[in-house]
């Protein structure tokens, strides 16, 4: 049985001005009508082979995500509460300690897109057998394009039809250097997404990143319960290394399989990135809420509870809460991170 | 003595969204810390040779426009509320008709900017003698541009010193006809100013537009009065057609002057008219509010109660308020009173 382990950290500055410390990415309804985090935890919702998922977040959204888990008809089996948020491998090895050691944990961003979730369920159900042998999957999205923002993961030889021993993972590359890979053909986009035995990952961790483990059993050691809630002791959770399980575990490891998954995903790492994935209208503008548009074209424009008039613009991103606005060309809504920055060193109160 | 008339109606579409019915543009601070009303006041405050203002406002805005007065220091001597809007000639009928026979009345606009007061004072006070003789005095600006939106004065022959006979008004010129004026030197902007006796102003009003007069009369005759606050008897006031000061009695009167000034005018007519008002710094950007901006040039932005982030852009009007915000090119600026109108189609709260 699968045991879906999701991963709701991360503050998604590149989203702002709708995403926050207090509403980050995974709580917003960035696509359509749902969360990030109700679409994550409904991909396996419901699968026979899969139970209630475990759910790592901060404790501060903790109200909020049992508000949209239980819209969405989520019943977690475990919502782990971190005190501080630690990267990843903290947050994992906590999830393994707290299953069962034979549990098949399926760690998943909770704040990434996934437009045909049957094939990722297809690719996970193949590589069950393998995770059962021992074996950390990883799963590579096929490339769409020379992305110089993901760490690739290159496939070798073939253990069953479906998963792949990992040659090598890869580096954020340059450009060139991403082109390449594209072309070989066997290098995926690593997206965070990993299928393991629980006893499996609290050896590797004890083996590769003892600290980490360490921190993890003592803060579980003197946890707070409550119902499905579970508060690690703040003080041994907060000795944890703030490392990711890619550093920490999965690229130091030897028994790396990866399988190959061509989902429609997207880790909507930008404005650029949500606008693609978006339908648009006729003059290719993507809209959400109360948007009035004259002689627009190509641009994304959103008001979250806020009306939006525009005209004469062309390739912009706009996108407006009740105490924020941005307004940037979409090719370099990238660089928005630099003005939350700006911001933040002006003690300004709209990137709280 | 001079006792002005400020003339607080009008909607102001074309500063949406920052101007909306309940707080138009006279109540708007838009060229600095105070209000254009507030500005308006001030203009003959503390001369000796003024007295308190009559304010016209419709009756909804009262209690803004009287905190707003007390907030400068004047204090009204009258403030006529209308019930319902009736342009300029019911509203300076019932001032005319509620001053005293002999007052020198000076109208003025809210809204409109005046960089240098003191030009205009020294132009009404050379125009008092004629006034006083019962001329009709119009305040002409001394044209800039080939605008096409104003209408135009015409001077004719010298009456005394900066006071001229009108020898024609003339309507809102196309682009061609603009620069001919222009080129004359002896055109002038009409920006709605006017010093006239009131018994002489209800003389012509009972030749050229005596339904507007018996309106205003009988509103008067009904009217409520509440310290300085005086209200139009509602049925009455709403009877008097709807027309401007202009068509219904200045350009049919005989004995009408012109007092050129050259005082710095602008009638805030769109983002753009106030963009070039406004202090621009080394990018030529204007801004008010909490604003970052980063690669961003000759671009107004506004943020009311709301941070603006913007990068990238050029041009543009950028205005944002806790519940609208507009993104248009500034040259484009006046086209937003159709997206308003797209909006009241549409029933938006967000013009409301």
């Given at each position: 049985l699968i045991r879906p382990v999701i991963l709701s950290g991360g503050?998604?500055?590149?989203?702002w001005p709708l995403s926050r410390?207090?509403?980050?990415k995974p709580l917003l309804a960035l696509t359509g009508e749902r969360s990030m985090l109700q679409l994550t935890a409904a991909r396996?919702?419901?699968?026979?082979e899969a139970t209630d998922p475990i759910i790592v977040a901060h404790e501060s959204h903790a109200e909020e995500i049992s508000r949209q888990l239980e819209e969405a008809g989520v019943t977690p089996a475990l919502m782990i509460l971190e005190p501080v948020p630690r990267n990843t491998a903290p947050a994992i090895a906590v999830a393994a300690l707290a299953a069962n050691p034979e549990d098949l944990l399926l760690v998943m961003p909770s704040d990434h897109a996934i437009e045909r979730p049957d094939k990722l369920r297809e690719a996970v159900f193949a590589a069950c057998r393998s995770a059962a042998e021992g074996w950390l999957v990883t799963f590579g999205i096929v490339p769409t394009a020379p992305h110089t923002g993901y760490g690739y993961i290159r496939v070798g030889t073939q253990l069953r039809p479906g998963v792949h021993r990992v040659e090598r993972f890869e580096e954020k590359p340059a450009r060139e250097m991403a082109e390449a890979f594209l072309a070989t053909g066997r290098c995926y986009w690593n997206a965070g997404i990993f299928l393991f035995r629980a006893e499996v990952m609290i050896e590797l961790l004890r083996h590769h990143a003892p600290a980490v483990l360490e921190a993890a059993e003592a803060a579980l050691a003197g946890a707070a319960s409550d119902g499905p809630r579970l508060r690690p002791e703040e003080q041994a959770f907060a000795r944890?290394?703030?490392?990711?399980i890619d550093y920490a575990v999965i690229e130091r490891a030897r028994q790396v399989a990866v399988a190959p998954v061509e989902a429609?995903?997207?880790?909507?790492?930008s404005w650029e990135a949500l606008y693609q994935l978006k339908s648009k209208d006729e003059a290719g503008n993507a809209v959400a809420g109360e948007v009035v548009l004259h002689d627009v074209r190509g641009s994304l424009v959103m008001g979250d509870g806020v009306t939006v008039a525009a005209l004469g613009v062309e390739d912009l991103v706009i996108v407006a809460t009740a105490d924020a606005v941005l307004v940037a060309p979409r090719h370099r809504s990238e660089e928005v991170k630099g003005l939350v920055e700006a911001l933040r060193t002006r003690g300004s109160k709209a990137v709280d």
């Amino acid at each position: 049985l699968i045991r879906p382990v999701i991963l709701s950290g991360g503050a998604g500055t590149r989203m702002w001005p709708l995403s926050r410390p207090g509403r980050p990415k995974p709580l917003l309804a960035l696509t359509g009508e749902r969360s990030m985090l109700q679409l994550t935890a409904a991909r396996f919702q419901g699968q026979q082979e899969a139970t209630d998922p475990i759910i790592v977040a901060h404790e501060s959204h903790a109200e909020e995500i049992s508000r949209q888990l239980e819209e969405a008809g989520v019943t977690p089996a475990l919502m782990i509460l971190e005190p501080v948020p630690r990267n990843t491998a903290p947050a994992i090895a906590v999830a393994a300690l707290a299953a069962n050691p034979e549990d098949l944990l399926l760690v998943m961003p909770s704040d990434h897109a996934i437009e045909r979730p049957d094939k990722l369920r297809e690719a996970v159900f193949a590589a069950c057998r393998s995770a059962a042998e021992g074996w950390l999957v990883t799963f590579g999205i096929v490339p769409t394009a020379p992305h110089t923002g993901y760490g690739y993961i290159r496939v070798g030889t073939q253990l069953r039809p479906g998963v792949h021993r990992v040659e090598r993972f890869e580096e954020k590359p340059a450009r060139e250097m991403a082109e390449a890979f594209l072309a070989t053909g066997r290098c995926y986009w690593n997206a965070g997404i990993f299928l393991f035995r629980a006893e499996v990952m609290i050896e590797l961790l004890r083996h590769h990143a003892p600290a980490v483990l360490e921190a993890a059993e003592a803060a579980l050691a003197g946890a707070a319960s409550d119902g499905p809630r579970l508060r690690p002791e703040e003080q041994a959770f907060a000795r944890a290394p703030s490392i990711s399980i890619d550093y920490a575990v999965i690229e130091r490891a030897r028994q790396v399989a990866v399988a190959p998954v061509e989902a429609g995903w997207s880790d909507i790492g930008s404005w650029e990135a949500l606008y693609q994935l978006k339908s648009k209208d006729e003059a290719g503008n993507a809209v959400a809420g109360e948007v009035v548009l004259h002689d627009v074209r190509g641009s994304l424009v959103m008001g979250d509870g806020v009306t939006v008039a525009a005209l004469g613009v062309e390739d912009l991103v706009i996108v407006a809460t009740a105490d924020a606005v941005l307004v940037a060309p979409r090719h370099r809504s990238e660089e928005v991170k630099g003005l939350v920055e700006a911001l933040r060193t002006r003690g300004s109160k709209a990137v709280d």
